[in-house]
């Protein structure tokens, strides 16, 4: 029996998930970097006395201690080896190619020679943020997180260390990079749905990831992920550019930035993968899957090179004790959902009271102050909170283990809910870059202890144990934000390393997002992307994506030799803009429109003598049923005409199915848009 030929590689493919794989290095090293500038502004702003002194004082023991530190750091060389390696099969690929030794397309060939160089720059960064974190290092403060370095500050750095963070961060955007403001996510899902990418580059996501760093570094309530997700996007984008991909592989490569951001600011790439395919992209297909997959599993193995095996947030463990605690998870669903809902309309309101868009005085006068200012005062309302709560400060990771733990008593666990919902309104309504997904973990960690503990003192008997509530309550807060429960519970799972915590998960999310959805609309996400004109969930589709059979036109076809007097009757009694002209034997021969029919009343030697085979024009495009509209349209570009014939693909000759108008193919885009074009 003849064995089948094996398919052809599908070089397209493969070049796209080698993208996907260099966005996930680049976005494990920007979750690290972020994460170490963070610290390292930490320690300047609040620790600056004792930081100057350890680097100015000559033969001091920190100098010493940095240099044991340099030598005991996993430097990681196969790192360097795989740079280079890459990089010589990238041109050893492409003169190969050229010289027609291996059977790569040139043109593919050059595309992964590009992509090789930029992994390669990928993974050689690596070394500078090694030297960073180990500089970091070397001071407690770097280690025990911005709550402990605040315990030992003096009170006025609380208040004035946010204000002068957002101050910078705002000038910053005002002056060298306007393009940085905003929370990092929604830019990216612009890119996708809406196809506008040129804002991201990867000078502008540097820029918003330093500008982040020193909202978040001086106290601001922000989350980390916003400029991580923004930075894989601008890798994507500026990546799809130089390979001049097609738009939609743009798009999935955008969608892969965004899971690589999340999967590696938590180490959780199976949360990373569904926020991509949930919130980002709106697509579960396995031609989205693959790549997005490889992208955030990438990131993670990056970020925990540097940041070790595992994740900032400790492992918590659950085990159903009594059936009638699923009631309790269904109520904490409800609970969750509204902290969701009340944390999307806080950060909507402050975002119109700092713009001035509120009908009263102290709105209208923050209307009229510069950006940086507005956001400035955002930082100092922040500072001012922090008095009554240090824990609303920053990302408040050491926070959230604590409530994990089951370390905080009620009252701290209630007052650090209501607090972090007021700052994270402050900082990100008054204009401060950073992200939004971040203090949603922090505010389910903080009201799912509370409700824990609340549940735990009126039935201790069927809620046993109090820590877990904060594990799901973590996840349905963030489900109901961003209205993706599937991503709110993969993410705790993950982090908890428990599969028996995913059956309140499931309860908890799924009521959250329900919840959020019917009183909101929308999640957090959407509701900033409807603001820009962008819809989410209903991409219109592509010219692809729209067949010619759903846009031919049926016209009866003429006869070619039907006479003159017969043509001006079917003329004269139709609409159509063009009649297909058959021979005798069915074979399409041309196309008729009435215009040619118009123009030979004025022709003496053709008005009253010709047939349709005079008049018809013969080099006119012939489409299948199965040809997309851009092929089509394409075509009736290439042959200067306005219409096709559309015939069967089988057949001897093929069945005349009808014929192809620009204007019938763009109503037939129009409608399966929904009719809003």
């Keep these: 029996m003849q064995r089948k030929p094996s398919a052809p590689i599908s070089w397209e493919h493969a070049v796209v998930l080698t993208v996907a794989a260099v966005i996930g290095v680049y976005a494990g090293i920007a979750a690290g970097l972020f994460a170490q500038s963070i610290r390292f502004v930490q320690l300047v702003l609040f620790r600056s006395g004792e930081l100057w002194k350890a680097l100015a004082a000559p033969g001091a023991a920190w100098r010493k201690l940095f240099e044991q530190r340099l030598l005991q750091a996993h430097w990681h060389l196969e790192f360097l080896a795989t740079a280079v390696v890459v990089l010589a099969a990238a041109f050893g690929v492409e003169k190969l190619s050229e010289k027609r030794r291996i059977r790569v397309p040139l043109l593919q060939a050059q595309r992964l020679r590009a992509v090789g160089m930029a992994g390669s720059f990928g993974l050689v960064l690596y070394y500078p943020l090694l030297v960073l974190a180990t500089f970091n290092g070397t001071f407690h403060e770097g280690e025990s997180g911005l709550y402990g370095i605040l315990l030992e500050a003096p009170r006025w750095k609380w208040i004035l260390a946010p204000a002068l963070g957002a101050l910078a961060a705002g000038l910053l955007v005002r002056y060298v990079s306007p393009e940085s403001g905003g929370h990092g996510v929604v830019e990216v899902i612009e890119g996708v749905h809406a196809g506008r990418w040129e804002h991201l580059r990867g000078r502008v996501a540097i820029w918003k990831s330093l500008a982040a760093g020193l909202v978040i570094g001086s106290g601001g309530s922000a989350g980390r992920e916003g400029p991580v997700v923004h930075l894989g996007g601008a890798v994507a984008a500026s990546l799809?550019?130089?390979?001049?991909?097609?738009?939609?592989?743009?798009?999935?490569?955008?969608?892969?930035?965004?899971?690589?951001?999340?999967?590696?600011?938590?180490?959780?790439?199976?949360?990373?993968?569904?926020?991509?395919?949930?919130?980002?992209?709106?697509?579960?297909?396995?031609r989205s899957f693959t790549p997005i997959v490889l992208a955030s599993v990438t990131a993670t193995v990056t970020a925990s090179a540097l940041g070790g095996a595992g994740n900032d947030l400790q492992f918590v463990q659950w085990s159903f004790g009594h059936p009638a605690e699923i009631v309790i998870y269904i109520v904490m669903g409800v609970v969750a959902g509204i902290c969701g809902i009340v944390y999307i309309r806080s950060v909507q309101g402050a975002e119109a009271f700092f713009a001035g868009h509120r009908n009263n005085a102290l709105s209208r006068r923050l209307g009229r102050l510069r950006p940086e200012w507005r956001a400035a005062l955002g930082g100092l309302c922040v500072g001012l909170l922090a008095l009554a709560a240090p824990r609303v400060m920053g990302t408040g990771i050491e926070s959230m283990n604590a409530a994990l733990a089951g370390q905080l008593a009620l009252h701290l666990l209630a007052i650090a809910l209501v607090l972090k919902l007021l700052a994270t309104a402050c900082t990100l309504g008054?204009?401060?870059?950073?992200?939004?997904?971040?203090?949603?973990?922090?505010?389910?960690?903080?009201?799912?202890?509370?409700?824990?503990?609340?549940?735990?003192?009126?039935?201790?008997?069927?809620?046993?144990?109090?820590?877990?509530?904060?594990?799901?309550?973590?996840?349905?807060?963030?489900?109901?934000?961003?209205?993706?429960?599937?991503?709110?519970?993969?993410?705790?799972?993950?982090?908890?390393?428990?599969?028996?915590?995913?059956?309140?998960?499931?309860?908890s999310c799924g009521v959250a997002a329900a919840l959020v959805q019917d009183r909101v609309g929308g999640s957090i996400y959407a509701l900033a992307a409807r603001a820009r004109g962008i819809r989410l969930g209903a991409r219109e589709p592509s010219l692809r994506d729209v067949s010619v059979g759903q846009a031919l036109e049926q016209v009866a076809p003429i006869p070619e030799a039907t006479p003159w007097e017969g043509l001006v009757t079917i003329v004269a009694n139709s609409t159509h803009s063009a009649f297909p002209v058959v021979s005798n034997t069915g074979k399409v021969v041309g196309l008729l429109s009435p215009r040619q029919v118009r123009s030979a009343l004025h022709d003496p030697t053709l008005a009253g003598i010709a047939i349709a085979a005079d008049l018809c024009r013969t080099d006119v495009p012939v489409l299948v049923p199965e040809d997309d509209l851009e092929t089509a349209l394409e075509r009736l570009r290439q042959a200067g005409a306005s219409e096709a014939v559309v015939v069967s693909r089988e057949g001897e000759p093929p069945k005349l199915l009808g014929i192809l108008t620009r204007e019938g193919a763009l109503e037939a885009w129009r409608s399966s848009s929904g009719g809003e074009k």
């Design 240 to 286: 799809g550019r130089l390979l001049s991909l097609p738009r939609e592989q743009i798009a999935l490569l955008l969608a892969c930035g965004g899971g690589a951001g999340i999967a590696a600011s938590f180490h959780a790439p199976i949360a990373g993968s569904m926020f991509a395919l949930e919130i980002i992209l709106g697509d579960f297909s396995v």
């Design 430 to 507: 008054s204009g401060s870059p950073g992200g939004s997904f971040f203090p949603a973990v922090f505010i389910g960690a903080m009201a799912g202890g509370a409700f824990g503990q609340l549940a735990h003192r009126l039935l201790p008997a069927v809620a046993v144990w109090a820590s877990p509530y904060a594990a799901v309550g973590m996840g349905a807060v963030v489900a109901g934000v961003t209205t993706a429960p599937l991503t709110g519970v993969l993410m705790i799972f993950e982090l908890t390393g428990s599969y028996q915590i995913v059956l309140p998960l499931l309860v």
